[in-house]
């Protein structure tokens, strides 16, 4: 894919009489030269890739530091004594965006989208819609193409890594791309998927990178929800036609900006933010002399 802006993509769709998905499909092609039957192929495999995280989740595994795991079943099993606000689906949300990340801190096979940091945000909104049989394989196929623009234009323009432009860059990505993709999902339009995204990123402007011991679980896997629910919330408004005053590419700029300015102790070095918490730091010690 070669789109340096979501204004040049938004372009090729409306130019093209296509929809976005179709738009970052063929742009996709025309750079790996892929045939679109492989192409779509691909896609599909990573879908059934997130699916099977989810499926293969184990409530009683452990990460090896022993922070991370059986979150997920437990949001579930409140959820399902009718203890949780939101309704079914932002329960489920939560739990899934749990679940891929428990696994990601489980060293289980996950897709990173955009990265394994954030891995949680994207299936966390998709999984609970194809279950309640509300998106066929191919329509998620198609939002996970939506998505994939987003995310190919927010690496072009600023970074998806958190090393560079902190977690606004992993999770801020990552639900940008869950919002647009759940836009397209529900019918809407190009533009109101770019609202979306441009939303979903502007609210999580600024969050740093501050992994607890290095380690991509504290604070990753909670903000893996946050990502998913920030993506829900920023689709229905775009869906409901609330707009959002910076365009996407400017909010991605910003993002780049914002991302440069941060010291480098927010930026994946486990030295800032809640890594640098007395707690953060006993835990750092604790795993450091358990070797
Ligand atoms: S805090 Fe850092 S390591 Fe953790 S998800 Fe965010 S960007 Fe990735």
Redesign the pocket.
Known sequence: MSFVSCAEMLAAARSQGISLAEAVLRSDLAESRLTEEKSRADMRALWHVMQATSRDYCPAQRSRSGLSGGDAAKVEQAAAAGLLFGGEYLSAVTAEALKTAECNACMKRIVAAP?A??CGVLPAVLLPLARAGEATDEEICDALYVAAGFGQVIAARATLA?AEG??Q???GAASAMAAAALCSLKGGSAEQCAAAAAMALGNLLGLV???VAGL?EV??IK?NVVGAVNAVACANMALAGVDYAIPCDEVIDAMGRVGAQLSPDLR?TGMGGLAATPTGQAIAQRLADEG
């Open positions: 990265t940091g954030s958190g902190g977690c860059a992993e999770v990178c501050d992994p991509v604070p990753c903000r994946e």
